[in-house]
């Protein structure tokens, strides 16, 4: 199970860590992403995270602002978000999967396991 943590209300320039804490699983095992949804829109992929840590891939929009990782010790995922932007205002929800490759790992459907999501609201 996936829990995710650490939405709320920020100015636009401001930052955010949110958390996506395992229980029941190793997390060092599965590689692991983070996605939002827009009211109205589609979940897109944000970011991912091998399983080893040594490979990262982000979103166009999230380049440069976003930066994901991991603390396997602590069975926990992190997604640090900087220079928030209104259009950064969605639920986001971790997900993770063992079997997802390079070609999968940007669509939802690949992904086997999801936290519940938390809401981020960026005020302009």
């Known amino acids: 199970q996936l829990q995710a943590s650490g939405g709320g209300l920020v100015q636009a320039g401001g930052s955010l860590r949110l958390s996506c804490a395992a229980s029941?699983?190793?997390?060092?095992?599965?590689?692991m992403g983070w996605f939002r949804q827009a009211p109205g829109k589609e979940r897109e992929f944000v970011t991912v995270?091998?399983?080893?840590?040594?490979?990262?891939y982000y979103a166009d929009s999230v380049k440069g602002r976003f930066t994901i990782s991991r603390d396997n010790a602590k069975n926990t995922l992190y997604l640090q978000m900087t220079s928030l932007k209104p259009e950064d205002t969605a639920v986001y929800y971790c997900a993770a999967d063992r079997t997802i490759i390079t070609t999968t790992q940007f669509n939802p459907r690949a992904y086997a396991y999801w936290g519940q999501g938390t809401l981020v609201t960026v005020s302009s």
């Open positions: 995270i091998r399983w080893s840590g040594g490979s990262t």
């Open positions: 029941g699983r190793t997390l060092s095992r599965y590689h």
